[in-house]
């Protein structure tokens, strides 16, 4: 504390370790109910994980109106694990990784009553995928805080994000006919290029004494880069509404909804004649059994809770809560233009419809300060 320019400088690290022994099976049952030896190079699995942390933030206040905070992130995932090797199938892979980042906020403060804070953030990501080995994260972002009413406050947001991957397997496989071939056109989505745009309001009102109210919006969009197979884009809309009532040291009530709309597109490659000499490529002319297919699918999620926490006594408190969920989801299916397949793309207007209801009790009561 009490560095120049009013700053405070904090810092952490962290170390654990996690480790296991499991011996290995020797045998696996197939469909036709026999036993086939898997036959693994070690008997025993001995897993051992080390987890590393450092962090260090600078908080300064050079101006009365200006603050910052300068802040440095470091995670290391250290996997000493075995390799089992089970016949003549590849080594099981072991992941680590290790990630810096890196962040600036800087708050002007223009009166009072009206705030704005733009930031800037960067992440490096090295890790030992198949496919992607470095990830930079870049993002920027603006938000305005308004505070001029005593029984409202209301904050907008805006945040893009661009990032970029080195891609390993763009010279995989020997040739079209080759399976590995098509390794050279998958990109996994949350790995591969993507620029993103992302906006958020949220607005806090006390409409009473004991009551208040609280609106959030969130919009996402997602621009996959370079994606030939997987998936190419997709937004989400979030609507979500509380109200409560009472005093959180006595009664209080508290009712949620939540509405949110995801859509998702994708673009892949059937293969069910193998042997063809460009089977592998999707920049192939279309057959009827090897083309690309594109997909497109919705998801309409919505929740409803209601919530009370009673304190009936000094040392009683009770907490309970109810919610409902309901997603309705659809898929919808298109084939590229020159093929015929014998199957036609039908689109399934039930993809991951779910219903779930939770119930939550809970009493605690307090026999002492340092027992409950």
């Known amino acids: 504390r009490q560095l120049p320019l009013g700053s405070t400088l904090a810092g952490r690290m962290t170390y654990s370790k996690t480790s296991n022994s499991v011996p290995m099976g020797t045998s696996e049952l197939t469909t036709l109910g026999a036993f086939n030896p898997t036959n693994p190079d070690r008997a025993v699995f001995d897993g051992d994980i080390r987890h590393s942390t450092a962090s260090l933030t600078l908080h300064s206040n050079p101006m009365r109106q200006l603050d910052t905070r300068a802040y440095w992130n470091w995670f290391n995932k250290d996997n000493r694990s075995t390799r089992i090797t089970f016949g003549a199938s590849p080594a099981t892979h072991i992941l680590d990784y290790r990630k810096n980042n890196l962040g600036l906020d800087v708050g002007y403060r223009i009166n009072p009553n009206h705030r704005i804070v733009v930031g800037a953030d960067y992440v490096n990501l090295h890790r030992n995928r198949v496919d992607y080995d470095q990830t930079e994260d870049r993002k920027a972002s603006i938000e305005y805080r308004n505070t001029m009413f005593d029984w409202a406050s209301a904050r907008l947001k805006y945040q893009y994000m661009q990032r970029r991957s080195h891609f390993l397997e763009s010279a995989a496989g020997t040739g079209p006919a080759d399976p590995n071939y098509l390794n050279r056109f998958i990109a996994r989505f949350d790995a591969s290029n993507v620029d993103q745009n992302l906006v958020k309001a949220v607005f806090d009102i006390q409409l009473g004494e004991a009551w208040d109210l609280g609106i959030e919006g969130i919009f996402k969009q997602n621009d996959y880069k370079d994606t030939v197979l997987g998936r190419t884009k997709d937004d989400r ?136």
């Open 237 to 372: 809309q979030e609507i979500y509404l509380s109200l409560g009532w009472g005093d959180i040291q006595r009664f209080r009530v508290m009712v949620f909804a939540d509405v949110e709309w995801i859509r998702y597109d994708a673009y892949h490659r059937n293969i069910s004649t193998v042997g063809a000499a460009d089977a592998y490529d999707p920049n192939a002319t279309p057959t009827n059994t090897n083309y690309n297919w594109g997909s497109t699918n919705k998801d309409r999620n919505y929740a409803v809770g209601l919530g009370a926490d009673w304190k009936p006594g000094e040392r009683w408190k009770l907490n309970s809560s109810l919610i409902w969920q309901r997603t309705r989801g659809a898929a919808d299916f298109s084939v590229q233009m020159g093929a015929n397949p014998a199957v036609p793309a039908v689109p399934i207007t039930n993809y991951d419809n779910t219903r779930k209801v939770a119930l939550n009790l809970r009493g605690t009561y307090s026999y002492s300060k340092e027992w409950d």
